[in-house]
């Protein structure tokens, strides 16, 4: 991944708040960004969204007005909706997470700490990343087809947010999904016929909530990690879930990995998929590529390898931590 020093010094920032994303409140995120920034000398103005599509409008004018900064507080749909305007720009992405996932900033060690991701965005330190595309549309963290596509569709749905809600999601469709077939082509013109119960297709490691679905995925490499999950008997496919959590999910004999620049899925019928966690009606035929280098996002290094058990235990702790500091200032 490409490092380069980002001046500090007369620029502009747009911070772009979505008040109804995760289960966080937001007071406070605009004038700790403008105290933080305002520090480097970078004037900040601020909007919220009130609808689907606001972040990426907002976005997209903020490039064309010459902001050199976006900020995107919200969760991984306001992150895609709001990097989707920045790619191919010298626009430079921001993440403050504030969702019930946080997969993308997760993968680039960006805290879940409010306070402690604005201070990242003020060191500066930018790096170059990979965006992919599922019939054109853009994803930066994941995308997929099957169980995971189903569980996201039905928690979109639900009026209650966050992880409870999404457990119960997960465990009502576990008991009842049953697994399809995928005729999978990839770039170079392999063809794998899989019976499975997901299709994982990866530019980072997780899907957000620590669940390691990728977890040797980069995304600076200019390749999509694809985790292809087969259905066992409801334990041993119910086992694949402990080796998601901790990071060991490629040693499972129910899991198939590759790594490929763009593959082609063959689904039975159009049905819902998922780009980072929000869900999106599909035809039946996916076409799946990555585009390397489009995004310059703040982060606190480059691309770190998770080790396996390690890495999965420090986020939880690290979390549990943040959640006790959060009850303690209330």
Known sequence: MTNFAVEMESRKALLIINPISGTSHKEGIQEKVEKRL????????????????????????????????????????????????????????????????????????????????????????ALRCDRGSINGHPFFCTCGTGFDATVSHKFAQS???????????????????KPEEYVITTADGEVITERAFCVAVCNASQYGNNAYIAPHASISDGLLDVTVIHYGNILTTALVGLDLMGGTIEKNMLVHTFRTNGLTIHRPKAEAVHLDGEPMNMDADLKIKCHPAELSIFAPGDDTPIRPLLTPITAMFNDIGIALRNIVKK
């Open 159 to 177: 009026k209650k947010r966050g992880k409870l809600t999404y457990i119960k999601s997960t465990l009502h469709e576990y008991l009842t999904y």
């Open 38 to 125: 305002g520090a480097e000398n970078i004037g900040v103005d601020t909007v919220w969204t009130t609808a689907s599509g606001d972040a990426t409008r907002l976005a997209h004018k903020a490039v064309d007005d010459g902001y050199d900064i976006v900020v995107a507080a919200g969760g991984d749909g306001t992150i895609n909706e709001t990097a989707t305007a920045l790619c191919g720009s010298d626009t430079t992405l921001g993440i403050i997470p504030c969702g019930s996932g946080n997969g993308l900033a997760r993968h680039l060690n960006i805290p879940v700490d409010i306070s402690a991701s604005i201070e990242i965005i003020g060191r500066g330190n």
